[in-house]
T-cell receptor, first 112, second 112 residues
Framework: SQTIHQWPATLVQPVGSPLSLECTVE??????LYWYRQAAGRGLQLLFY??????ISSEVPQNLSASRPQDRQFILSSKKLLLSDSGFYLC???????????FGSGTRLTVV | GQSLEQPSEVTAVEGAIVQINCTYQ??????LSWYQQHDGGAPTFLSY??LDGLEETGRFSSFLSRSDSYGYLLLQELQMKDSASYFC?????????????WGLGTSLAVNP
């Protein structure tokens, strides 16, 4: 069966520090991968998605970047965090073109 | 632009029936999904409608009318555990670059 792992669960980082969040999927190959951010009490904002290794599409220009170094690994990074980067970060996957997204458990990031 | 509209809050009592409506405006529409998110948790997939009509899964049903750009989620025999946020999301785009456009979510409170 397929599983998605996302870590860490919570993170408190100072302004200006770097960020690296990792997401991996097991039990499938060539998944579509997504990074979302959710502000408190708000909807989901798509940040990046990837349909294959090295293929990254950015939805919102901002302080973040994403990479997909391996088929089932998706990394969200920042060189210098801003206060506005605080939020709940969610990784999701789906078989290419399919409709049912499966989300990781999320990382709650607080920038102080 | 692409957008989905749903009520921000709904309140109901245990055992009742509640309907959460969603209207959408997207290009390249494929279908409408519904997700449930409990406080502090990640969204979980509930249903997907690609064709007009009603899809039933236990106590939850979802409806789509493509001609009206409208859908709803129907929750029957409400239980306290159904208190959560519910998101509609439209699958749109082309080929392997299809992605979800999300509504802002409806917070459902189920009272005794």
């Amino acid at each position: 069966s397929q599983t998605i792992h996302q870590w860490p669960a919570t993170l408190v980082q100072p302004v200006g520090s770097p960020l690296s969040l990792e997401c991996t999927v097991e039990g499938t190959s060539n998944p579509n991968l997504y990074w979302y951010r959710q502000a408190a009490g708000r909807g989901l904002q798509l940040l990046f998605y990837s349909v294959g290794i090295g293929q990254i599409s950015s939805e919102v220009p901002q302080n973040l970047s994403a990479s997909r170094p391996q088929d089932r690994q998706f990394i969200l990074s920042s060189k210098k965090l801003l206060l506005s980067d605080s939020g709940f970060y969610l990784c999701a996957w789906t078989p290419g073109g399919a409709y049912g997204y499966t989300f990781g458990s999320g990382t709650r990031l607080t920038v102080v | 632009g692409q957008s989905l509209e749903q009520p921000s809050e709904v309140t109901a009592v245990e055992g009742a029936i509640v309907q959460i409506n969603c209207t959408y405006q997207t290009s390249g529409f494929y279908g409408l999904s519904w997700y449930q998110q409990h406080d502090g948790g990640a969204p979980t997939f509930l249903s997907y409608n690609a064709l007009d009509g009603l899809e039933e899964t236990g106590r939850f049903s979802s409806f789509l009318s493509r001609s009206d750009s409208y859908g709803y989620l129907l929750l029957q025999e409400l239980q306290m555990k159904d208190s959560a946020s519910y998101f509609c999301a439209a699958l749109s785009g082309a080929g392997n670059n299809r992605k979800l456009i999300w509504g802002l979510g409806t917070s459902l409170a189920v009272n005794p």
